[in-house]
Nanobody
Framework: QVQLVESGGGLVQAGGSLRLSCAASGLSGRTFSNYGWFRQAPGKEREFVASIRWSGSFTYYADFVKGRFTISRDNAKNTVYLQMNSLKPEDTAVYYC????????????WGQGTQVTVSS
């Protein structure tokens, strides 16, 4: 059973940084296409933040995080990271990691989320 556990969220002042981690388990013997990070702010729909290919280095970012956030992956640790710099109050949200089985398909497995709060 695939499990994703996020960590690293917290309270930070505007302009500060946080690094989120997502530890994956239950992956043995399976192949996946992408890791992704999403977020959901209060009263808003969940939105895509960034993704990285399961193998290789291709990454993709939402326009509102380009140049500020960096997604990376450590395959040996089955962990994906989201380095968030120059944080803004509008980045406040619950951040979720997810894994997709098929390239171009939906994200199939989701973590429980970690809260990020950016104060002004």
């Amino acid at each position: 059973q695939v499990q994703l556990v996020e960590s690293g969220g917290g309270l930070v002042q505007a302009g500060g940084s946080l690094r989120l981690s997502c530890a994956a388990s239950g992956l043995s013997g399976r192949t996946f296409s992408n890791y992704g990070w999403f977020r959901q702010a209060p009263g808003k729909e969940r939105e895509f933040v960034a993704s990285i290919r399961w193998s290789g280095s291709f990454t993709y970012y939402a326009d509102f995080v380009k140049g500020r956030f960096t997604i990376s992956r450590d395959n040996a640790k089955n962990t994906v990271y989201l380095q968030m710099n120059s944080l803004k109050p509008e980045d406040t949200a619950v951040y979720y990691c997810a894994v997709a089985v098929r390239l171009g398909g939906p994200f199939d497995y989701w973590g429980q989320g970690t809260q990020v709060t950016v104060s002004s």
